[in-house]
């Protein structure tokens, strides 16, 4: 290796959950990790601040059963969880504003609309059984299944115009897309990923089930704080190189990093913003040009207090008006304040983009207040994120595969090219999207490059001489 | 501006022909430009060998009625044009490999699966004729066409299938993917955008009339020759900055340019590549993340005649059978010497790519020995060009929108942002995806940037002052 540069067994690239856990891992095993992050903070997709005195997520909070990795990680890092707040009344809020009330999971949408609803879910959980999460491509009619949008198959399956059009808030609540961006390949194997779509949906039982006492990106503090001078913030890389005898990470700034393996950590379309020497093959190239991350914006309003729990209502909201997908109750585990998250996905999503900052708010306030009396109107604080416009992450939750791209250059996305590996949520069989996802990408990731860096040694002279008997 | 850095009125980033008109257009207004090309030739998706003595095109070469602008061009350049060879039988490769000649545009099917295709045929164009090709996201019904893909509308409209094989194999040849990854509204905005399917698929009257004497190519070298040091390659540029007062735009080596207007004419997988301060709208980031060019490898083989002619047959073929999709008579115009291209576009050509060299030209050659006769597989040349491994095109012939896409973020494909313009092919309503279409997003794009550097002198105060009437 060349004595100009400085060196280190493993550069990572992201200090997104994925990379953090990564290299976490890799120091617990005793090898020399240097994180490189391109923005100003670490956590990526989870994102911390505090309102009012509160920490509160920006992005991903919510973890729940079968998401073992993610809560041993908290238990290493001395993090307790807490259930999220459910108890009272969801609310649906129909096209034309109209408020129903409902326990559980299923709203009052009508019995004809409902049954409707049940057999797509029922319908889609079936065909989600037969995908294979590892190799998508190859499960039983891949091609017919990956060939057709997710909105296809809801205009054939679901016969009242009410269910198609709860099924699209689902959509845009789950994958903050449309239903007619995403490959209906893709949606079984996330719904596979996951579980069942119970899973992806529910607060007990499901996805939302627990937060974390001091934010999701608590975990991603922790993990930061562990490595030290081993993260490099506002570091962006913009190229890698390969060679026989390591690899070379050269950041924005010019400085090249000499190593042996590398992890690329970021959202997909970020990855394909590296430049990389040699170039990558045509298959991963092609894959990453088609590879768009959903479009989320989230809100967080604080109260005084959570003043629709004494109105029997949980806080858990869902609109077919808009712009409003979802809310949640996210206040403090006391409860001694009120914290309303709302998000916006999909479609509305890009179209509050053309508002004003002071035209979103009004129309968040506004719309809250729908949801739950004039008193949601007046938030004592009132922040959003953005996260399609933040540089290093640009969208979420995750890349939304579309039509042809499982089927087509989709073997590409987990396949490491020379000495570079890939983490990130997309690229794990198990909780694609969720930081679950992203830690056991990392912890992959990791036990793979340890393996890369220390060769199996070479079995002895006797055994490698004996012929086959 | 900065003393520090070279200046000049406009920075063109791309040498494709894009690129190159426009350069070519503003020096001829006076305007100083620049262009930028990374890679180490002039020409983008066109491009230029010589074989055998004679020069081929390994990349677009058919032009064709209503492509009024390249026809002006050629002529103002001095470059004839030649009609493609048609004369004879053209060939249909059955997927059980037998062989029908036909002649025309309408291949032996069996007279069931010819109506089928036939009304498919009439049913896409006329769909396509209510296509707005300057905003297809506002056409009629445009969200539902939109969230589908060209295959859920095959499955839905051709019965026979023979015929879907048949549609399937023609997307291939005019998309080079597979009916599943694009969107039918898409598909409806391109067959408008050429004015008819059969401008798209046709030899005399469509898009594959005429060639030209010193191939497409020559119209790229000749306009890189009028730019002399107005042009640098091997010069890529990774990062554009804009100011109040300009834009700087920073190449890979660190050579920074101080310049007032901006076209970046690369294809849009690429344009996503560059950085951007201030970072690009979210609208248009998610919209790169979601435009993947199509896959293709182009063949050229070489024979001391075109000994297909003498056997009545045309040189254009269609195969069921693969991996071939196409292939067309290339000889010169004198005859004295016979070339035959093949394209292997969409799946086929992701899934050669893990084929060694010698066995794609075993392949190949064996695929058109049973087109032609054994004398088609011994060239005396055989040339590969493989547009998805090129690191500065990425795919060919042009980017491919999934569903969602047009609907979704498309409206930001075309908007100047600041002082960066858009050209090439991708941003062109008339056109898009054809040589036609890149000279003519040149053209604007060229009167756009003069425009914006000389802006209209104000009214003269008498004017502006009058009320009224």
Redesign the interface.
Known sequence: MSPHHPEVDVVVVGAGMAGLVCAHRLRSRGVGVLVLEAGPRPGGRTAGAEVDGEPVDLGGQFIGPGQDRVYALAAELGIATFPTYTAGSNVLETGTGRLRRFRGMAPRLGPVTLLDVAQARFRLDRLAGTIDTGTPWRSPDA?AL????L??WI?RTVRTRGGRRFLALAVRAIWA??????SLLHALFYVKSAGSLSALTDFEGGAQQDRLVCGAHGLARRLAAGLGAGLLLDT?V?RIEQDDRGATVIT?AGTAWRTGQVVVAVPP?LA??I?YHP?M???R??LL?????G?VLKYIATYPEPFWRTAGLSGAALSLRGPITMTVDSSPQSGRRGVLIAFVGG?AA?DL?TCSEAGRRALLLDALSRLFGPPAARPTAFVEQ?W??E?FT??AYAAVF????W???GSALRAAVGRIHWAGTETSPRWYGYIEGAVRSGELAADTVIRALRPRPPAPAGEAARPPS
Chains 1, 2 share one sequence.
Do not use: I
Request: charged share 25%; proline share 20%; glycine share 10%.
């Open positions: 091609a990956d060939g057709q949008t909105q296809s205009d897309c449309e239903p007619g961006e995403l962006p913009r924005e379309p394909s913003r430049a170039p093959p045509a298959v190239d092609n040009q088609r590879l768009p991350m479009s479609r890009r983009a953005n399609n416009d540089p640009r969208g579309p039509p042809g791209t089927t087509g250059p």
